[in-house]
């Protein structure tokens, strides 16, 4: 007996129950108790997926629901068994042939017919056509008196228009990465042809086609019987193809799940002759796709399998009843159910629970759509939040017009909503990353720029000097600027240490020396009234970094403490100490930690607090904490973070221990180990007519001659047209031609000529495009660092 059958026995039942205990009532109680329990079925059938078709007694049609009326386009209920074809418009499964009135699944069931996935097909005019497995019986009460009959309809047209797809497109699926099977029906299913692409597994697809692997033996034992057991039931039916998922085993003993389309192929008198089939690795998603071959619960597989729970609301007297569907979303027990329309408000989150009354009350009032519906959060029995889809619809009202009972369903909507949360936080971090690039492609370029007005200016200056008498007035002028032009270059360096860009001179350094030695400075940086405490451990091992920077994210972090804590009294700490559980991938990780007792910041403040010009006061302070990160990811570190609004801020910057790389000397010491040679014919190449000029003026004091080019393809000529020039200092960054174009250009033509290459950014940065041993100098570089360099380059030239 299917589920259709017990959901009318029991009505039926319970009608002779009611008129056994209270037979000594009036007919019309019985009435008026047999119609709520008829329209509480109609909701509940109008909630599901199904059609669902039942006659009475006199094979009159006595209930159809929601999904059966859309499907036939039926306007009324009082039509009878035998007018079903012409009113339905029912065919067979080839959509063509009339099916006999004798024959309709509701005929059929009324005549004491048992159905189960008969196929048909329903073609009302206007209507779209529809394959539908009809499922039924006839219906029996006590005596076995007929009362009526019931057919369950489930709309396959969907499915069964894939299989057709699929079919159509084994051409393209041939040439994909799915694996093609062709098996003969016979003993064991040899496999006729199989497409190369089943080495995936492991395989050859001759180890099938020979006849020396059987494709059963790769399917695992314990879905072995099952997926036999399937096809051999699908072959004895006449159904076209079908569906499987099961587990196969590589040649490699790995477990992997597939999906399997298979495709029955028949000869000309209908006889099975063949399977083709697709099969697909699925191992990376979980697929669930069962069939529901118990009818005796078809009623509630078909709630839960939705997820629907069922709620019926006495309006009066404001009392829930619930199935075990609805508990088990909230993994209610029994005792734990709401008795009350109070207790039922009560399980609703806070932040919903006045709109959402707001909302039924509105739709009781006013009625004006047919369908109660909203979402909002149940309170589980742990404490969780659960996201339910409610849908309702009032069932009876009173004598005054007011509605007194509302049924309906719940859906749990969780998933779906932390799905959606989860791809707006990842699509918010892409756009944040997306953003930061963004900033630091644009400050490593300005960086760059600055660097070449900077490389003028300051040029420029030092030369100005060489002019003029020791005891010159101008002489504090010049220092003026040429000390406003290292604060410019300082700025630039922070701009380029956020790019990723920065130059680093790396020496080896005493983490808790280098605190002490700023002491003095930390004292002045921050307010009177704030406490400094110092924590320094001894006897740290050095590590290997550029002081200047390190010095820079100390004095960034304290300055944003001091800030953090303002006019107030207040303590900023700071430590040092070996890291436990060191992940920088060097022996020996130290960190820097400098904690306050300041305001402290929530999620917001801190997912942002590396963003460049960010602040949290009036006006901005720039780059400060932006260039603290781009400082620490250039040394290979990482930052903790630990605040809260009102409990201060603790901020941990963790540094990999030494590692052995050779520390990059002055440029006093690269002038004294390289002093200048004999004058030399230098070619002189950038875009920029400010830094031709200042370097012509620098390498003439220096007692060479200079010839100039603007961009790669000048250098390049001249180079071909001047056999005399016996060195080259040229830029990177050019139009037309960059600087590493040029220079293996120059090496083509005469591979001993010295290049010096130069670039606002730092060597580092650019090291992807440069040969290792290429010689190179920043901008904006001093009088005797450009000396140095092209010292260098001439007692070791380029060679091919």
């Known amino acids: 007996m299917d589920a259709f059958h017990v959901l009318l026995v029991i009505l039926a039942l319970g009608a002779c129950w009611a008129v056994d205990r209270r037979g000594r009532r009036r007919a019309a109680d019985l009435h008026r108790l047999l119609d709520e329990r008829h329209q509480l079925t109609a909701t509940v059938l109008d909630s599901i997926s199904d059609g669902v078709v039942l006659s009475d007694a006199s094979g009159r049609l006595s209930l159809l629901n929601r999904a059966a009326k859309d499907w036939h386009g039926l306007p009324a209920l009082d039509v009878s068994v035998v007018d079903l074809p012409a009113r339905y418009d029912l065919f067979r499964t080839d959509g063509v042939t009339p099916l006999p009135t004798a024959e309709s699944p509701l005929a059929r069931a009324y005549a004491g017919e048992s159905l189960r996935d008969e196929q048909i097909m329903i073609c009302p005019a206007g209507l779209p056509k529809r394959r539908l497995l009809a499922s039924g019986g006839p219906l029996y009460g006590p005596g076995m008196i007929k009362l009526g009959a019931v057919v369950t309809l489930r709309d396959m047209t969907g499915q069964l228009q894939a299989e057709q797809e699929a079919r159509q497109a084994l051409a393209i699926i041939e040439n994909s990465s799915s694996i093609l099977f062709k098996w003969r029906v016979a003993e064991d299913w040899p496999v006729e042809y199989v497409s190369e692409n089943v080495n995936q597994f492991g395989y050859e697809a001759s180890d099938f086609t020979e006849g020396r692997r059987e494709f059963i033996t790769i399917i695992h034992p314990e879905d072995r019987d099952r997926a036999e057991n399937e096809v051999l039931e699908r072959l004895a039916s006449d159904a076209e193809g079908f569906f ?33 089939g697709i099969v697909t690795d699925v191992t990376e998603r979980e697929v669930i ?12 597989l078909a709630l839960s399998g939705a997820e629907l729970g069922m709620w019926d609301w006495d309006i ?34 806070p932040d919903e ?18 369908l109660f519906e909203t979402e909002y959060r149940l309170r589980r029995s742990d404490g ?4 339910i889809l ?23 909507m969780t998933r779906q909503r932390e799905s959606e949360a989860e791809r707006e936080s990842l ?16 400050a490593g370029g300005i960086a760059h720029d600055f660097n070449n007005i900077l490389m003028a200016v300051l040029g420029n200056a030092e030369l100005a000097r060489m002019e003029l008498p020791d005891d010159a007035p101008a002489l504090e002028f010049l220092t003026e600027i040429e000390q406003a032009s290292e604060q410019a270059a300082d700025l630039c360096n922070q701009m380029l240490a956020y790019s990723g860009k920065g130059r680093m001179r790396l020496r080896d350094v005493d983490l808790s020396g280098t605190v002490r030695e700023i002491t003095q400075m930390i004292g002045v940086s921050v307010s009177k009234k704030i406490r400094l405490v110092y924590d320094l451990a001894d006897d740290l091992p050095t590590f290997h970094v550029d002081v200047s920077q390190i010095r820079q994210v100390i004095m960034n972090l304290i300055t944003n403490a001091g800030e953090a804590i303002g006019d107030r009294d207040g303590e900023i700490r700071i430590r040092t100490g070996m890291q436990p559980d060191c992940t920088c991938g060097t022996p020996g990780c130290l960190f820097l930690e400098v904690e306050d007792t300041g305001c402290g910041m929530d999620e917001e403040t801190r997912d942002r607090l590396f963003e460049p010009f960010f602040t949290t006061k009036f006006t901005g302070r720039g780059l400060g904490m932006a260039a603290v990160g781009g400082i620490v990811k250039a040394h290979g570190g990482r930052i903790e973070i630990d605040s809260e609004p009102g409990r201060g801020t603790r901020i941990r910057v963790i540094l990999p221990g030494r590692q052995e790389t050779q520390a990059e000397p002055g440029p006093a010491a690269r002038a004294a180990a390289h002093p200048a040679g004999p004058s030399t014919l230098v070619l002189l190449v950038d875009d920029e007519e400010a830094v031709r000029r200042m370097g012509t003026r620098i390498l003439e004091t220096a007692g060479h001659r200079v010839l100039t080019a603007a961009d790669g393809l000048e250098a390049v000529a001249a180079v071909q047209s001047e056999p005399r020039i016996g060195a080259v200092l040229m830029d990177v960054t050019m139009p037309r031609m960059d600087g590493v174009e040029a220079m293996a250009e120059m090496r083509r033509l005469r591979p001993d000529l010295p290049v010096v290459l130069s670039s606002g950014y730092h060597a580092e940065s650019l090291a992807d495009r440069m040969e290792p041993g290429t010689p190179f100098i920043q901008k904006p570089y001093r009088r005797e660092e450009l000396a140095a360099a ?10 091919a």
């Not at 005792?335 to 609703?348: C, F, G, M, R």
């Not at 971090?429 to 900033?439: D, G, I």
Request: charged letters at 30%; proline letters at 4%.
């Open 244 to 276: 499987q998922q099961y587990r196969v085993v590589d040649a490699y003993g790995r477990t992997r799940w597939v999906d399997d389309w298979t495709r029955i192929i028949r000869d000309d008198r209908g006889r099975v002759t063949h399977m083709h």
């Open 289 to 300: 796709a069962g069939m529901l071959h118990d009818s005796e619960q078809r009623m509630e």
């Open 390 to 412: 409610v849908r309702g619809k009032v069932l009876e009202h009173g004598e005054s017009g007011a509605p007194v009972r509302m049924a309906g369903t719940h859906q749990d």
């Open 427 to 442: 699509e918010e971090q892409m756009r944040r990353t997306q953003k930061l690039e963004s900033l630091g492609v644009l």
């Open 353 to 370: 629970r006045d709109a959402v009354r707001a909302h039924l009350r509105h739709h009781l009032e006013s009625e004006e759509a047919d």
């Open 790 to 799: 092209l010292a260098e380059a001439l007692l070791c030239p380029l060679t």
């Open 316 to 349: 009066p007297s404001g009392r829930p009843v619930v199935n075990e569907r609805w508990a088990d979303m909230l993994a209610l027990l029994p005792e734990d159910l709401p008795t009350t329309s109070q207790e039922w408000v009560e399980l609703i989150h």
């Open 384 to 387: 969780t939040w659960a996201w």
